[in-house]
């Protein structure tokens, strides 16, 4: 396994981690992700720890803290040999501080996570949203004192836009809080936003990705051709709604590409859809996710080798789409791209 830094940070993690939205499997959008109780999340946490992955992402909301319960019983006993991501701000229920980022928000949540996992301390702390209503410097000061407390080592975000993340930073920066070394963003072959605007403030600010969903909301396992029907056990016929808009030709398209890699190379589609983001810059882990051990081992394959140039090309190809404005002048007129060097 590969390790890398962190964003700006002294903290290495693995090129692949695992994503524990499987365990616990409870509500409507979790259930369909996966239903792993403590004895099989054990034997996945067994299997990631023989290949080297050792850091475990998962959120308060994930089943509504259960995924939490069943990572914390997983890894009872080897808390040593494990980092653990977890993320907050997402509501938890319906009173009017169940959601969000203020001080009490935060502490309370802290505490609350660090009961579910049977922890002393969070190895990376992630906002899951920009809450808009509390003042930055109130989040960041609390983050601050969280750290100093022991409670939290490295804090990061989700979701956020690049003015909120910017924003954050300078504060930070001018106040002397804890900076942001990592955001978990979404990133695939069928969705490449990130490169646009958030990856070259990564790049700029030391600020490394961690990618949810790598194979585009389940549509790159190598199941969903053209001029096929969606297979009965995808979890796209449940949960399509919730995640990311996806053009159907393009996928096509993309999909027909990677065939034809995966002829050449002997790997899985979904090993080369990773293996392609794991060259990809700032990314510091992609988070591979497992309803069982098949799922999981085949993941796994997508480190230890690499995609060569002119194979990495065409999927660039395939898989380009027009940047949105301000990007596209950088991307398509010289008098632009001139001032900027390429990102990708």
Not at 126 to 132: K, R, V, W, Y
Not at 139 to 160: E, H, M, P, Y
Not at 193 to 222: I, K, N
Request: proline share 6%; charged share 20%.
């Amino acid at each position: 396994m590969d390790y890398r830094y962190l964003g700006r940070s002294g903290l290495k993690v693995p090129a692949l981690s695992f994503g524990a939205g499987t365990f616990g499997g409870q509500g409507p959008l979790f259930s369909n992700w996966g239903t792993s109780d403590a004895k099989e999340a054990t034997r996945l946490v067994d299997i990631c720890l023989e290949a080297g992955v050792n850091l475990f992402d998962t959120a308060d909301v994930y089943s509504s803290g259960a995924s939490e319960e069943v990572l914390g019983a997983a890894i009872k006993g080897r808390r040593g040999k494990v980092l653990i991501s977890t993320k907050l701000t997402l509501p938890m229920g319906d009173g009017p501080n169940d959601a969000g980022s203020s001080r009490s928000r935060l502490i309370d949540g802290t505490e609350a996570a660090l009961r579910r996992l049977g922890s002393d301390h969070i190895d990376l702390f992630q906002l899951h949203a920009f809450d808009a209503f509390t003042p930055i410097e109130e989040v960041l000061s609390t983050l601050d004192a969280l750290v100093r407390a022991g409670k939290i080592r490295q804090v990061g975000v989700s979701n956020f836009a690049g003015w909120q993340l910017m924003k954050s930073l300078a504060l930070a920066e001018k106040h002397g809080f804890p900076r942001y070394v990592a955001h978990q963003v979404y990133y695939s072959l069928v969705g490449r936003d990130y490169e646009f605007d958030l990856m070259p403030l990564g790049l700029d600010q030391g600020v490394g990705a961690l990618v949810w969903s790598p194979l585009g909301w389940g549509r790159l396992t190598g199941k969903i051709r053209r001029g096929q029907p969606l297979p009965e056990g995808s979890r796209l016929h449940q949960t399509a709604d919730f995640g990311p808009p996806v053009d159907d030709q393009k996928l096509y398209d993309i999909v027909d590409v990677l065939d034809e890699l995966a002829k050449e190379t002997g790997r899985t589609v979904p090993q080369i859809a990773i293996n392609w983001l794991l060259q990809r810059p700032t990314v510091a882990s992609v988070i591979i996710g497992a309803r069982n051990e098949t799922q999981l081992r085949d993941n796994l394959g997508a480190v230890g080798w690499a995609l060569t140039p002119e194979q990495i090309a065409r999927l660039d190809k395939a898989s380009a789409t027009v940047p949105p404005y301000p990007a596209f002048p950088y991307h398509r007129q010289e008098g632009f791209a001139r001032l900027n060097p390429p990102v990708v």
